[in-house]
T-cell receptor, first 115, second 111 residues
Framework: GAGVSQSPSNKVTEKGKDVELRCDPI?????LYWYRQSLGQGLEFLIY????????KSGLPSDRFSAERTGGSVSTLTIQRTQQEDSAVYLC?????????????FGPGTRLLVL | EDQVTQSPEALRLQEGESSSLNCSYT??????LFWYRQDPGKGPEFLFT???AGEEKEKERLKATLTKKESFLHITAPKPEDSATYLC????????????FGAGTRLAVHP
């Protein structure tokens, strides 16, 4: 079946502009995650959505970052007033929680470059 | 603080030369340890989940093992197509679902 999809695959923007990144999870998956992968660094957790529960925003690096998930499916990560240090690959993952067991499946990522 | 350390950072092997990648972790109660493979320009691809010490999982030339402090990814008779970055991640107990990743091991297998 179809995996996690993300758009755009690449985004170049100017410092100070706002950007929106989109994630379409695997159909039926209730949990959705955003991670960031900076050059030479490991994946860093940003935010987590699970069903109708309040999202876990503990990984968002500043109040310029926000995310929403509409209708329990598609999610949008928004970065306002982008800075050069925001340049990274933004990865989305989804999972189907079954008790304590869970496997997160990742999309191909959006490569963001802030000039 | 929960932490994952992978070693070596990079590994170069000849085709057929078996080796192991290490993932050491410190976590306040392990819910699961995950191995992913990541090719350049792509998202991580799921390989294995390990839940308890002593557990082993195998897939083709890869075998993952788990102890209370570390996990190993053994690669037997690797081929050039096994070249990739291998990522280790842990999920902590206590209701936290996020994955905590190591920096990865870049594996290059030469013919």
């Amino acid at each position: 079946g179809a995996g996690v999809s993300q758009s755009p695959s690449n985004k170049v923007t100017e410092k100070g502009k706002d950007v929106e990144l989109r994630c379409d999870p695997i159909s039926g998956h209730t949990a959705l995650y955003w991670y960031r992968q900076s050059l030479g660094q490991g994946l860093e957790f940003l935010i987590y959505f699970q069903g109708n529960s309040a999202p876990d925003k503990s990984g968002l690096p500043s109040d310029r970052f926000s995310a929403e998930r509409t209708g329990g499916s598609v999610s949008t990560l928004t970065i306002q007033r982008t800075q050069q240090e925001d340049s990274a690959v933004y990865l989305c993952a989804s999972s189907l929680l079954q008790g304590a067991l869970e496997t997160q499946y990742f999309g191909p990522g959006t490569r963001l470059l802030v000039l | 603080e929960d932490q994952v350390t992978q070693s070596p950072e990079a590994l170069r092997l000849q085709e057929g030369e078996s080796s192991s990648l290490n993932c050491s972790y410190t976590v306040s109660g392990l819910r699961g340890l995950f191995w992913y493979r990541q090719d350049p320009g792509k998202g991580p691809e799921f390989l294995f989940t390990l839940y308890s010490a002593g557990e082993e999982k195998e897939k083709e030339r890869l075998k993952a093992t788990l102890t209370k402090k570390e996990s190993f990814l053994h690669i037997t008779a690797p081929k050039p197509e096994d070249s990739a970055t291998y990522l280790c991640a842990v999920q902590a107990a206590g209701g936290y679902n996020k994955l905590i990743f190591g920096a990865g091991t870049r594996l290059a297998v030469h013919p």
